[in-house]
Antibody, heavy 122, light 111 residues
Framework: QVSLVQSGAEVKKPGASVKVSCKASNYIFANYGMSWVREAPGQGLEWMGRISAYNGNTVYAQRFQGRVTMTVDTSTSTAYMEVRRLRSDDTAIYYC???????????????WGQGTLVTVSS | DVVMTQSPLSLPVTLGQPASISCRSSQSLVYSEGNTYLSWFHQRPGQSPRRLIFKVSNRDSGVPDRFSGSGSGTDFTLKISRVEAEDVGVYYCMQGTHLISFGQGTRLEIK
């Protein structure tokens, strides 16, 4: 069974950075991509971007460009998502979700991680 | 950006009765190769979203057949033939044709 296990909850101060990990298992990591989706308190789901585990290509939602970086480590089948210059409105649960390997391909999000709560507070 | 609009946003349903959620996109979701990438997700309180339906009408493995998806172009519908207690939570439509965007979510509750 496909499994995506994310890192634990984080508490950060405004202006700091956070890096969330997502370890994949039970499928060929390099044959897929990984999207990141966040859910702010009382809000819906917001797609942040996708990275190809095949070639490392990325595509970001416009509002996150320049502040978010997605990377992969194929040797450990782990995807990472870093958010810089954190603000209080970045407080949210961050999810990784499996996607096709190409940043040009249609989005599918067939399997999800358990989520990582990031709290931004002074 | 493609805007996804769901209705209703709140859906009280009696156990055993049917339920229906509408999702409209601001532009056609037909992809270049002819498929339409519209999915439906269910999120229970405190849990991650789970995909129920992909490419408009295909049920994911393990999804009960009381769930069905239909539609084309810009108008889509998720139907539950007989609501059960485990169906409570928030339902989201998602388009994957033009990057990815979600509807606002529809909260289903038992009357």
């Amino acid at each position: 069974q496909v499994s995506l296990v994310q890192s634990g909850a984080e508490v950060k101060k405004p202006g700091a950075s956070v890096k969330v990990s997502c370890k994949a298992s039970n499928y060929i990591f390099a044959n897929y991509g990984m999207s990141w989706v966040r859910e702010a308190p009382g809000q819906g789901l917001e797609w942040m971007g996708r990275i190809s585990a095949y070639n490392g290509n990325t595509v970001y939602a416009q509002r996150f460009q320049g502040r978010v970086t997605m990377t992969v480590d194929t040797s450990t089948s782990t995807a990472y998502m870093e958010v810089r210059r954190l603000r209080s409105d970045d407080t949210a649960i961050y999810y990784c979700a499996r996607d096709p390997p190409s940043t040009q391909a249609a989005g599918m999000l067939d399997y999800w991680g358990q989520g990582t709560l990031v709290t931004v507070s002074s | 950006d493609v805007v996804m609009t769901q209705s209703p946003l709140s859906l009280p349903v009696t156990l055993g009765q049917p339920a229906s959620i509408s999702c409209r996109s601001s532009q056609s979701l037909v992809y270049s190769e002819g498929n339409t990438y519209l999915s439906w997700f269910h999120q229970r309180p405190g849990q991650s979203p789970r995909r129920l339906i992909f490419k408009v009408s295909n049920r994911d493995s393990g999804v009960p057949d009381r769930f069905s998806g239909s539609g084309s172009g810009t108008d889509f519908t998720l139907k539950i033939s007989r609501v059960e207690a485990e169906d409570v939570g928030v339902y989201y439509c998602m388009q994957g044709t033009h990057l990815i965007s979600f509807g606002q979510g529809t909260r289903l509750e038992i009357k």
